[in-house]
T-cell receptor, first 111, second 117 residues
Framework: QKEVEQDPGPLSVPEGAIVSLNCTYS??????FMWYRQYSRKGPELLMY??SSGNKEDGRFTAQVDKSSKYISLFIRDSQPSDSATYLC???????????WGAGTKLIIKP | DSGVTQTPKHLITATGQRVTLRCSPRSGDLSVYWYQQSLDQGLQFLIQ???????AKGNILERFSAQQFPDLHSELNLSSLELGDSALYFC????????????????FGPGTRLTVL
């Protein structure tokens, strides 16, 4: 079993919809939870990060962490075609804080 | 533009050959990370260097090696290439050795696309 599980999709939704992207993990030592966005053939870029549990909001994006369920989510409100990309979760903590990556979910926003 | 540069952008070579990928980190960043991304495997962490020293190793094959030079640029050497090595290779850099805050995020370069024929 992988330390971080993420559904690769693709996830296709109409423009304007609320998108929910999720990852589950097994290592209870993880403390930092990140979401990276990767456009086709480009390098990933950090979208948001959260420390420990709770919510964090940045514009149309909200990151949620539920450490009791070992489950993290990224919500995108009022989704736009420009949000079409692959979203990767990553997390770190424990003895060496090495980043552990999810497989990435491909998101397609249809105009 | 993340500030991380990678050369070359594209590389086409034959099986059995050896290639070298180069990465220059952002100014001030001491950590360099190498990743492999193929269609069916996602983003795979290969190796990390911090200030010239190897800090962490991931799923790096014995045919692959890397180093970080005194000027902090890094090279990834891939030898005895196989068809399955065809992938995007990303370099990333960060200020410190590991993520403990948003000030230490990894910035990714544009990648080198390797095609092994």
């Amino acid at each position: 079993q992988k330390e971080v599980e993420q559904d690769p999709g693709p996830l296709s939704v109409p423009e304007g919809a609320i998108v929910s992207l999720n990852c589950t993990y097994s290592n209870s030592a993880f403390q930092y939870f990140m979401w990276y966005r990767q456009y086709s053939r480009k390098g990933p870029e950090l979208l948001m990060y959260t420390y420990s549990s709770g919510n964090k909001e940045d514009g149309r994006f909200t990151a949620q962490v539920d450490k009791s369920s070992k489950y993290i989510s990224l919500f995108i409100r009022d989704s736009q075609p420009s949000d079409s990309a692959t979203y990767l979760c990553a997390m770190s903590g424990g003895s060496n804080y090495q980043l552990i990556w999810g497989a990435g979910t491909k998101l397609i926003i249809k105009p | 533009d993340s500030g991380v540069t990678q050369t070359p952008k594209h590389l086409i070579t034959a099986t059995g050959q050896r290639v070298t990928l180069r990465c220059s980190p952002r100014s001030g960043d001491l950590s360099v990370y190498w990743y492999q991304q193929s269609l069916d495997q996602g983003l795979q962490f290969l190796i990390q260097y911090y200030n010239g020293e190897e800090r962490a190793k991931g799923n790096i094959l014995e045919r692959f090696s890397a180093q970080q030079f005194p000027d902090l640029h890094s090279e990834l050497n891939l030898s005895s290439l196989e068809l399955g090595d065809s992938a995007l290779y990303f370099c990333a850099s960060s200020v410190g050795p590991f993520f403990t805050s948003g000030d230490n995020e990894q910035f990714f370069g544009p990648g080198t696309r390797l095609t092994v024929l």
